[in-house]
């Protein structure tokens, strides 16, 4: 059983720019959610979706969006970009969101 | 207050040692606990995950959760080099099930 695929790996972009990421969770996951990594804030909830509706939103700024499709892919977007968005995004999956996640292994974006 | 707190470490212990990981947390209506382990440049796998207070074995690792403390081990009996990794806990936060609250990671090296 395929794991859950996060593309790219690696981005490099610039101030102001904007990012989309792309995550396809693991088959018959309905759940999907975003987490960022950085080494001094550890992993942040960024939201949650679950049958291509946001159920949960963590306390990050409007730049930070994000939906699901009706195969359950997800993608986010990070529009205007700034030098502290520089992080490892990762996507997870579940079948129902409250419950184990299984993690992909993360797009490194380097914000110069 | 935070909702997690867990020792950054970093932890260096020769092979063979018993280790102990620790977090505490802050809300007691929290009613499940896992423990993530993240390999460099990997996303975090479900390592354990326990529901109630008292001790969960699963080969060489043992959960324990003490809710009258708020606090939760994780220990690693006879550790290998291939445990050299971070560990993290998390539980679902009081923001909603659908988002999980991790500690900051305590990053092991197991020494041959």
């Known amino acids: 059983k395929a794991g859950v695929t996060q593309t790219p790996r690696y981005l490099i972009k610039t101030r102001g720019q904007q990012v989309t990421l792309s995550c396809s969770p693991i088959s018959g996951h309905r759940s999907v959610s975003w987490y960022q990594q950085t080494p001094g804030q550890g992993l942040q909830f960024l939201f949650e979706?679950?049958?291509?509706?946001?159920?949960n939103k963590g306390n990050f700024p409007g730049r930070f969006s994000g939906r699901q499709f009706s195969n359950s892919r997800s993608e986010m977007n990070v529009s205007t970009l700034e030098l502290g968005d520089s992080a490892l995004y990762l996507c997870?999956?579940?079948?129902?969101?409250?419950?184990?996640?299984?993690f992909g292994s993360g797009t490194q974006l380097s914000v110069l | 207050q935070k909702e997690v707190e867990q020792d950054p470490g970093p932890l260096s212990v020769p092979e063979g040692a018993i280790v102990s990981l620790n977090c505490t947390y802050s809300n007691s209506a929290f009613q499940y606990f896992m423990w993530y382990r993240q390999y460099s440049r990997k996303g975090p796998e479900l390592l354990m995950y326990?529901?109630?207070?008292g001790n969960k074995e699963d080969g060489r690792f043992t959960a324990q959760v003490d809710k009258s403390s708020k606090y939760i081990s994780l220990f690693i009996r006879d550790s290998q080099p291939s445990d050299s990794a971070t560990y993290l806990c998390a539980m679902p936060s009081q923001g909603g099930s659908e988002k999980l609250v991790f500690g900051k990671g305590t990053k092991l090296t197991v020494n041959p």
């Open positions: 997870a999956s579940s079948r129902r969101g409250n419950e184990k996640l299984f």
């Open positions: 326990t529901y109630s207070s």
């Open positions: 979706y679950f049958s291509e509706t946001q159920r």
